[in-house]
Nanobody, 116 residues
Framework: QVQLEESGGGLVQPGGSLRLSCAVSGLTFSLYAMSWYRQSPGKERELVAAISRTSDSINYADSVKGRFTISRDNNKKTVYLQMNSLKPEDTAVYFC?????????WGQGTQVTVSS
């Protein structure tokens, strides 16, 4: 059974930092490209950051460039999202996503709230 379990969300003040983790099980993690998406109430789910199988290709949404960093540890089967200089507009549920060929899987999401 494939599981993607996000953790690390919470409430943080503007300018603060959070580190999200997504622990993956039930699949060959090193084959999968990984990404983080987010969704705010009333908005469509949007891609935040993506990382290739070997970490040689990384992409970010323009809105998070220079503030967020995606990384992965294939030995630990985990992908991370380091979020710095958080803004209220970063408030959303953050989802982990795994894709390989026609297979793709989603986590349940973790809430990030940026508020003073």
């Amino acid at each position: 059974q494939v599981q993607l379990e996000e953790s690390g969300g919470g409430l943080v003040q503007p300018g603060g930092s959070l580190r999200l983790s997504c622990a993956v099980s039930g699949l060959t993690f090193s084959l999968y490209a990984m990404s983080w998406y987010r969704q705010s109430p009333g908005k469509e789910r949007e891609l935040v950051a993506a990382i290739s199988r070997t970490s040689d290709s990384i992409n970010y949404a323009d809105s998070v460039k220079g503030r967020f960093t995606i990384s992965r540890d294939n030995n630990k089967k985990t992908v991370y999202l380091q979020m710095n200089s958080l803004k209220p507009e970063d408030t959303a549920v953050y989802f982990c996503h795994a894709v390989f060929l026609k297979a793709d899987y989603w986590g349940q999401g973790t809430q990030v709230t940026v508020s003073s």
